[in-house]
Nanobody, 117 residues
């Protein structure tokens, strides 16, 4: 299970920090990621991080967002700075998780981020 938190309403130029914690019978978490989806649009991959800490970002957030993870806590974070109205969306975390049943991709339920004055 993946549970996101940290969304909310913020003014343009502001910051938010999202968290996503994985729980359950976890043997290992491989890659983790954040994606977002605005109303009427397809889900967009925002940032990814490997188990070793290598990161990648969408061009639209490069330099403003930072993804990180705490492997001891099975948690991934998304630090979002210099937020713009076009960042408004539901944000979802994703993880490739190995359990005693095998390896699969899991999504959280989403957390809403609204950037507005």
């Amino acid at each position: 299970q993946l549970v996101e938190s940290g969304g909310g309403l913020v003014q343009p130029g502001g910051s938010l920090r999202l968290s996503c914690k994985a729980s359950g019978s976890i043997f290992r978490i491989n890659a983790m990621a954040w994606a977002r989806q605005a109303p009427g649009q397809t889900r967009e991959l925002v940032a990814t991080i490997t188990s070793g800490g290598n990161t990648n970002y969408a061009d639209s957030v490069q330099g403003r967002f930072t993804i990180s993870r705490d492997n001891a806590k099975n948690t991934v974070y998304l630090e979002m700075n210099s937020l713009k109205p076009e960042d408004t969306a539901s944000y979802y975390c994703n993880a490739l998780i190995m359990t005693n049943s095998g390896t699969g991709g899991y999504w959280g339920q989403g957390t809403q981020v609204t950037v507005s004055s």
